[in-house]
């Protein structure tokens, strides 16, 4: 295996976010405890050399003083102390033998996450079906990528983020940005928006004058501010416009789609001056946000990219809809020089939704209810058929069923801190602790981990070889560049001696390598198909974009010539909004509609980001983004103590008073713990189609606060918990 490393250090990929950066890794001269490697960004087409603040510190995590380096068990005065590896291992299968027993093989449940390698994701849904022998498992990409997803198969056939390389967007003309703020979420990405900006073409879709919106001013754009919660009317409006302004591509239409009749009608209702009345987005700018799209598709190219504020709604799945529809309305997908996509969050989210750890899905992004691909697992897995189980519970269902009578009673949790992260996260730790018994596996204290029975150490991203896949559907080594602690296991490891003690069918090597051979005849006819890829090729720099089947050169462009439905069309659905009594009632008696999100400094739940002094310093907690004018009717000053709450929680922070968002709009960043969690206030209702909970539209009142928010550091409440 050709490990990329030399003197100068080992090419690697970023740990963060789907961009999958790269850079190279380099271990200090005189290894020790307290010494940091150095990190280097790396040309590559993505990030052409950056790379952001998080990816520039990445390398503070593999040092810390929290690391977890022993497992960890919980006594009964609550505290965790080291256990060796053997005793953890043997009271895990002990545990899990007496809940299966007791109360059936899917009292046992499994959660995963979308920063896992694909071999740990491919190995964590198999070891799940097999070695566990439950159908409970679900993933934090319910809560990212699932709406997109739904929308992407259900009009294409087919769930890639990008059909298309990034660099694509270089020479775009015009590019549609919505609930996506890429400035701070992915600050690398901004390079490739450089042509649509200097042509005028940058059109931006978010409640806030982000980062990304800046880019906008001084003509190089526009900025869209809908109401919270209206872009699926707003996207219905701009169908209209192009309908009734001539503006469709009738060719493309015609011999490439299906249902436009349909379509067509379920707009006619949307004109320009009710959308308006809807969204408060002006009716010149809906008209111009249409013909510059339009326009666009022959001056270098026009494309749609939708990102997690449209998409994180109980109808999330019909606005990503929405927006294909209006993509293929213009004859976008399937361009050479245009297209549609989605802009894929977590690091792995591509590649671990596709391997086996969603709740209905097995390898190769096949339907666990379709008996031909159980036929195939089965066979790559030398079982019967039979063993597989069958479809699990979507993940807020999964987190819902914790403790309960008939729910899971024994828990897995393997890159992921839904104390923090999942949709009304109290009820959440309240069924954490509900339960016979928690595992979670990390490498510091989260608050999850805090809540856990036995915690296991795992390694790190520079640790660990295997493979990503980044949010082009490009599938990327990750090469081990220091050595881990002694103590840390990978999950691959774990696996195999848990299996081994539960008398598991089927093998579980520890070894990545191994693992991929076995995902590659695992995927293979899939829709996700990886067959063609080894280590050697990716090791030789060769883009390898799936699918990429045995004998192919992969396939960097998506439906250039087909859609991925049988008859190779994409279809047109008409969707519209519906009133829904899962979703708050935004602005009623004076409250305001919480909108969450990222910041530039930190990454997902913070569990990572928080441990690193330069992010944790630059924003060491939580402030809530209010308009001047909604802070002055409340007596609010700008630093000053609030209080956010609604039915499901309170939250405790400071002010911060800013012109960037509306007026009966406020913005709190997710990031954060405790009376910080902006997850105490979302609500775990889901879009019906994908599970995706709604994150980005609650109700509620914001008032002065008479005491001082808590300043407890949670990066030392690690270290303590871990020492």
């Given at each position: 295996?050709?490990?990329?490393?030399?003197?100068?250090?080992?090419?690697?990929?970023?740990?963060?976010?789907?961009?999958?950066?790269?850079?190279?890794?380099?271990?200090?001269?005189?290894?020790?405890?307290?010494?940091?490697?150095?990190?280097?960004?790396?040309?590559?087409?993505?990030?052409?050399?950056?790379?952001?603040?998080?990816?520039?510190t990445?390398?503070?995590?593999?040092g810390?003083?929290?690391?977890?380096?022993?497992?960890?068990?919980?006594?009964?005065?609550?505290?965790?102390?080291?256990?060796?590896?053997?005793?953890?291992?043997?009271?895990?299968?002990?545990?899990?033998?007496?809940?299966?027993?007791?109360?059936?093989p899917?009292?046992?449940?499994?959660?995963?996450?979308?920063?896992?390698?694909?071999?740990?994701?491919?190995?964590?849904?198999?070891f799940?079906?097999?070695?566990?022998?439950?159908?409970?498992?679900?993933?934090?990409?319910?809560?990212?990528?699932?709406?997109?997803?739904?929308a992407?198969?259900?009009?294409?056939?087919?769930?890639?983020?990008?059909?298309f390389?990034?660099?694509?967007?270089?020479?775009?003309?015009?590019?549609?940005?919505?609930?996506?703020?890429?400035?701070?979420?992915?600050?690398?990405?901004?390079?490739?928006?450089?042509?649509?900006?200097?042509a005028?073409?940058?059109?931006?879709?978010?409640?806030?004058?982000?980062?990304?919106?800046?880019?906008?001013?001084?003509?190089?754009?526009?900025?869209?501010?809908?109401?919270?919660?209206?872009?699926?009317?707003?996207?219905?409006?701009?169908?209209?416009?192009?309908?009734?302004?001539?503006?469709?591509?009738e060719?493309?239409?015609?011999?490439?789609?299906?249902?436009?009749?349909?379509?067509?009608?379920?707009?006619?209702?949307?004109?320009?001056?009710?959308?308006?009345?809807?969204?408060?987005?002006?009716?010149?700018?809906?008209?111009?946000?249409a013909?510059?799209?339009?326009?666009?598709?022959?001056?270098?190219?026009?494309?749609?990219?939708?990102g997690?504020?449209?998409?994180?709604?109980?109808?999330?799945?019909?606005?990503?809809?929405?927006?294909i529809?209006?993509?293929?309305?213009?004859?976008?997908?399937?361009?050479?020089?245009?297209?549609?996509?989605?802009?894929t969050?977590?690091?792995?989210?591509?590649?671990?939704?596709?391997?086996?750890?969603?709740?209905?899905?097995?390898?190769?992004?096949?339907?666990?209810?379709?008996?031909?691909?159980?036929?195939?697992?089965?066979?790559?897995?030398?079982?019967?058929?039979?063993?597989?189980?069958?479809?699990?519970?979507?993940?807020?269902?999964?987190?819902?069923?914790?403790?309960k009578?008939?729910?899971?009673?024994?828990?897995?949790?393997?890159?992921?801190?839904?104390?923090?992260?999942?949709?009304?996260?109290?009820?959440?730790?309240?069924?954490?602790?509900?339960l016979?018994?928690?595992?979670?596996?990390?490498f510091?204290?989260?608050?999850?981990?805090?809540?856990?029975?036995?915690?296991?150490?795992?390694?790190?991203?520079?640790?660990?070889?295997?493979?990503?896949t980044?949010?082009e559907?490009?599938?990327?080594?990750?090469r081990?560049?220091?050595?881990?602690?002694?103590?840390?296991?990978?999950?691959?490891?774990?696996?195999?001696?848990?299996?081994?003690?539960?008398?598991?069918?089927?093998?579980?090597?520890?070894?990545?390598?191994?693992?991929?051979?076995?995902l590659?005849?695992?995927?293979?006819?899939?829709?996700?198909?990886?067959?063609g890829?080894d280590?050697?090729?990716?090791?030789s720099?060769?883009?390898?974009?799936?699918?990429?089947?045995?004998?192919?050169?992969?396939?960097p462009?998506?439906?250039?010539?087909?859609?991925?439905?049988?008859?190779?069309?994409?279809?047109?659905?008409?969707?519209?909004?519906?009133?829904?009594?899962?979703?708050?009632?935004?602005?009623?008696?004076?409250?305001?509609?919480?909108?969450?999100?990222?910041?530039?400094?930190?990454?997902q739940?913070?569990?990572?980001?928080r441990?690193?002094?330069?992010?944790?310093?630059?924003?060491?907690?939580?402030?809530?983004l209010?308009?001047?004018?909604?802070?002055?009717?409340?007596?609010?000053?700008?630093?000053?103590?609030v209080?956010?709450?609604?039915?499901?929680?309170?939250?405790?922070?400071?002010?911060?008073?800013?012109?960037?968002?509306?007026?009966?709009?406020?913005?709190?960043?997710?990031?954060?713990?405790?009376?910080?969690?902006?997850?105490?206030?979302?609500?775990?209702?889901?879009?019906?189609?994908?599970?995706?909970?709604?994150?980005?539209?609650?109700?509620?009142?914001?008032?002065?606060?008479?005491?001082?928010?808590?300043?407890?550091?949670?990066a030392?409440?690690?270290?303590?918990?871990?020492?």
């Open positions: 295996m050709k490990k990329l490393t030399t003197a100068a250090g080992t090419d690697t990929h970023c740990p963060y976010c789907a961009l999958q950066c790269a850079m190279r890794v380099t271990p200090a001269a005189a290894p020790s405890p307290e010494a940091t490697p150095t990190i280097e960004g790396r040309d590559f087409p993505t990030n052409r050399g950056g790379l952001c603040r998080k990816g520039w990445s390398a503070s995590l593999l810390h003083p929290g690391r977890v380096t022993t497992p960890l068990l919980r006594g009964t005065d609550g505290i965790h102390r080291p256990i060796e590896w053997d005793q953890a291992l043997d009271l895990i299968a002990d545990q899990v033998k007496q809940t299966r027993t007791e109360f059936g899917d009292a046992v449940g499994v959660f995963g996450g979308g920063g896992l390698t694909n071999e740990k994701a491919y190995q964590l849904g198999k799940t079906r097999l070695a566990l022998g439950t159908s409970r498992i679900d993933y934090n990409g319910r809560f990212c990528m699932s709406s997109a997803a739904a992407g198969n259900r009009a294409f056939g087919l769930d890639r983020g990008l059909p390389p990034l660099a694509d967007l270089d020479t775009a003309h015009t590019v549609l940005m919505l609930g996506s703020n890429v400035a701070e979420t992915m600050p690398p990405f901004v390079q490739h928006l450089q042509g649509a900006r200097a005028g073409g940058l059109i931006v879709v978010d409640p806030r004058r982000t980062a990304t919106a800046d880019f906008t001013a001084d003509g190089a754009g526009l900025h869209l501010q809908p109401v919270p919660a209206t872009d699926l009317a707003l996207l219905l409006g701009l169908s209209h416009i192009v309908i009734h302004e001539g503006l469709v591509d060719s493309f239409i015609a011999s490439r789609t299906t249902g436009y009749q349909a379509l067509a009608r379920s707009v006619s209702s949307w004109w320009p001056e009710r959308v308006q009345s809807v969204t408060g987005v002006p009716v010149h700018l809906l008209r111009e946000t013909r510059r799209l339009a326009e666009g598709v022959s001056r270098g190219g026009s494309y749609i990219l939708t997690r504020g449209v998409e994180q709604h109980v109808d999330g799945t019909d606005t990503a809809t929405a927006a529809n209006l993509a293929l309305l213009l004859g976008l997908p399937g361009s050479a020089t245009s297209g549609y996509g989605t802009l969050g977590q690091g792995n989210g591509q590649g671990g939704r596709e391997h086996g750890q969603k709740a209905d899905q097995l390898p190769g992004y096949r339907k666990i209810t379709d008996p031909a691909a159980r036929a195939h697992v089965a066979k790559v897995w030398g079982v019967d058929p039979s063993v597989i189980p069958g479809p699990g519970l979507p993940a807020v269902e999964l987190l819902a069923s914790l403790g009578p008939d729910g899971v009673r024994t828990f897995f949790i393997h890159g992921a801190n839904v104390a923090v992260s999942a949709p009304n996260a109290s009820e959440v730790v309240k069924g954490l602790r509900s016979d018994f928690l595992v979670v596996c990390d510091v204290m989260s608050e999850t981990a805090r809540e856990a029975d036995l915690v296991l150490p795992v390694l790190q991203w520079a640790e660990e070889e295997g493979t990503i980044n949010l559907g490009r599938v990327l080594r990750r081990a560049a220091v050595t881990p602690p002694a103590g840390a296991r990978s999950e691959l490891w774990i696996f195999s001696e848990l299996a081994r003690r539960l008398d598991a069918p089927s093998t579980f090597s520890p070894d990545p390598e191994t693992v991929f051979t076995e590659r005849a695992a995927s293979a006819g899939g829709l996700s198909d990886y067959s890829i280590y050697a090729l990716l090791d720099g060769a883009e390898a974009y799936w699918p990429y089947p045995t004998g192919s050169q992969g396939t462009r998506l439906f250039l010539e087909s859609f991925a439905h049988a008859d190779g069309r994409a279809v047109l659905t008409p969707v519209s909004p519906a009133a829904t009594t899962a979703r708050d009632a935004l602005f009623a008696d004076s409250t305001l509609a919480l909108v969450t999100g990222r910041l530039l400094e930190h990454y739940s913070g569990a990572q980001t441990h690193v002094p330069e992010l944790a310093g630059a924003v060491p907690h939580a402030e809530l209010i308009h001047p004018l909604a802070a002055a009717a409340r007596g609010i000053a700008d630093g000053g103590h209080i956010i709450a609604n039915g499901r929680g309170t939250v405790r922070c400071t002010a911060k008073l800013s012109t960037a968002i509306r007026s009966d709009t406020v913005f709190l960043p997710f990031h954060f713990p405790h009376e910080e969690n902006a997850n105490l206030l979302t609500s775990a209702a889901v879009d019906p189609i994908s599970g995706m909970p709604e994150f980005k539209a609650s109700s509620v009142t914001v008032t002065a606060a008479h005491s001082t928010p808590s300043t407890a550091d949670p030392r409440a690690d270290l303590q918990e871990a020492s």
